[in-house]
């Protein structure tokens, strides 16, 4: 198995890719809500947010690449695991990694077992239904991607820096025409 590594953009082009990557993927998401397609949307947002924890990562422990994680393990090492207090020291990104964290619970009930019934459940709840219900985890997830890059945006800001999800990766209204999705296909 190939470890695969997220690497630190340094000019060459990566940052503009991450950018368009970024954006389609979230207005993927946005479709897939409307749409009602709530697993697939719980799926991006967990690819999201991980890229995005694996960036702030990175800089707190000074590398400029980080193996691709686990949403879970990278919240771990961001604000730490039973014994361990993390890197993170911001207590503003502390409070949303650790919501993040919480969120990967409903994110795991969402993708592992959906189709299973426990005893405690109704069995009389269809299968829609059950899809249905987390509609709630798309827009907690969709809240903490958008918070969790505003203060990410915020910090870099303040040392000079862009990442790659300016302008407006995660909030489609804040892009600039000339970067909205031309295709026809995206509405």
């Known amino acids: 198995m190939v470890d695969l590594m997220r690497e630190k953009s340094r000019g060459n082009g990566l940052g503009n890719k991450r950018w368009r990557r970024y954006a389609d993927a979230f207005d993927r998401v946005e479709r897939c809500l409307s749409q ?24 707190l422990v ?8 686990a949403v879970g393990t990278l919240c771990g090492k961001l604000v730490g695991h039973k014994n ?11 409070e949303v990694v650790a919501e993040i964290k919480t969120w ?17 459940e109704d069995p009389a709840v269809s299968f829609d239904d059950a899809m249905e219900s987390h509609r ?11 918070r969790f890059d ?8 303040q040392r000079r ?10 909030f489609p209204e804040e892009r600039p025409a000339s970067m909205r999705d031309p295709r026809p296909d995206a509405r």
Do not use: C
Request: no cysteine.
């Open 161 to 170: 820096k862009i990442p790659a999800t300016v302008p407006g990766a995660f």
């Open 104 to 120: 990967s619970a409903a994110r795991n009930d969402a993708m592992h077992a959906i189709a299973r019934i426990f005893r405690y």
């Open 62 to 69: 000074g590398t400029d690449s980080i193996a691709v994680s």
């Open 36 to 59: 009602g397609y709530h697993l697939e949307a719980i799926a991006i947002l967990d690819s999201l947010i991980g890229d995005r924890l694996a960036s702030r990562l990175a800089h």
């Open 84 to 94: 361990s207090a993390g890197v993170e020291v911001d207590p503003a990104f502390r």
């Open 136 to 146: 709630q985890t798309v827009l907690a997830g969709i809240a903490l991607l958008q």
């Open 150 to 157: 505003q203060l990410d945006t915020a910090v870099r800001k």
